[in-house]
């Protein structure tokens, strides 16, 4: 198997839950789509109709990610899988005005490169190798995303924040709060602010476990 030491993994964030999986491979590659609502009005007398848009879809995340636990002797599907396939699953915590619950909004995010806040909608996977009594550990899943949020809202993915010299990156664990954050990194918790600010953290009382901060050098 390919070593990934150095390198920043993918991971994706249940938003409702905090749970996180990591993926255990980069993915090779990824498709974006992206269509947009218009409806056409026939005019007598035209070769051409008159064109009215309707309004923009959300993008789709398509991706192929592979997990493996041979060596470590479990279950692919409890050790990874199944958490992705909760991503599918209705969460009652949801629930409200007569509605039973919807499955919870979730994000991917590699590094901070960039990230996609969106709901998966379609799952196929596939199982490839296994124990002697049955259990799989080997799988290969397409997952489809379609897309929850504007861009431009996700954390890190400003040009002027990233690419700056003297940036770092952490990863919230959980627990974790940007004032004891801030405490860690600058010696002051008060600089929480600070760190709201250049990761765009619209509610920082809610710090999501598996979010990749930037942390920037004190202006």
Same mark, same amino acid.
């Given at each position: 198997?390919?070593?990934?030491?150095?390198?920043?993994?993918?991971?994706?964030?249940?938003?409702?839950?905090?749970?996180?999986?990591?993926?255990?491979?980069?993915?090779?590659?990824?498709?974006?789509?992206?269509?947009?609502?218009?409806?056409?009005?026939?005019?007598?007398g035209k070769n051409v109709p008159?064109?009215?848009?309707?309004?923009?879809?959300?993008? =789709?995340?398509?991706?192929?990610? /592979?997990?493996?636990?041979?060596?470590? *002797?479990?279950? &692919? @599907?409890?050790?990874? $899988?199944?958490?992705?396939?909760?991503?599918?699953?209705?969460?009652?915590?949801?629930?409200?005005?007569?509605?039973?619950?919807?499955?919870?909004?979730?994000?991917?995010?590699?590094?901070?490169?960039?990230?996609f806040k969106a709901v998966i =909608?379609?799952?196929?996977?596939? /199982?490839?190798?296994?124990?002697?009594? *049955?259990?799989? &550990? @080997?799988?290969?899943? $397409?997952?489809?995303?379609?897309?929850?949020?504007?861009?431009?809202?996700?954390?890190?993915?400003?040009?002027?924040?990233?690419?700056?010299?003297?940036?770092?990156?952490?990863?919230?664990?959980?627990?974790?709060t940007l004032d004891l954050i801030?405490?860690?990194?600058?010696?002051?918790?008060?600089?929480?602010?600070?760190?709201?600010?250049?990761?765009?953290?619209?509610?920082?009382?809610?710090?999501?476990?598996?979010?990749?901060?930037?942390?920037?050098?004190?202006?």
């Open positions: 198997m390919p070593s990934e030491t150095g390198l920043e993994k993918a991971v994706i964030i249940n938003l409702d839950t905090g749970e996180t999986v990591d993926c255990m491979f980069r993915p090779k590659e990824y498709t974006f789509t992206k269509a947009n609502e218009w409806t056409q009005e026939v005019i007598t008159k064109l009215q848009f309707g309004g923009g879809k959300g993008m =789709t995340l398509t991706m192929e990610l /592979f997990f493996d636990t041979y060596e470590m *002797g479990l279950d &692919v @599907r409890k050790r990874y $899988t199944d958490k992705i396939w909760r991503l599918m699953m209705i969460n009652p915590a949801n629930a409200d005005k007569g509605n039973k619950g919807w499955p919870p909004t979730c994000e991917f995010r590699w590094g901070l490169a960039w990230s =909608t379609n799952i196929n996977q596939r /199982f490839t190798m296994f124990f002697p009594d *049955g259990t799989p &550990v @080997r799988s290969t899943m $397409t997952v489809t995303f379609m897309q929850a949020a504007e861009e431009g809202q996700y954390p890190g993915q400003n040009p002027t924040t990233v690419s700056k010299p003297g940036y770092k990156t952490r990863r919230v664990r959980e627990g974790e801030a405490f860690e990194e600058y010696g002051d918790a008060a600089r929480w602010r600070y760190l709201a600010d250049i990761n765009n953290l619209d509610d920082p009382m809610r710090l999501e476990p598996g979010k990749v901060l930037a942390i920037a050098p004190l202006g």
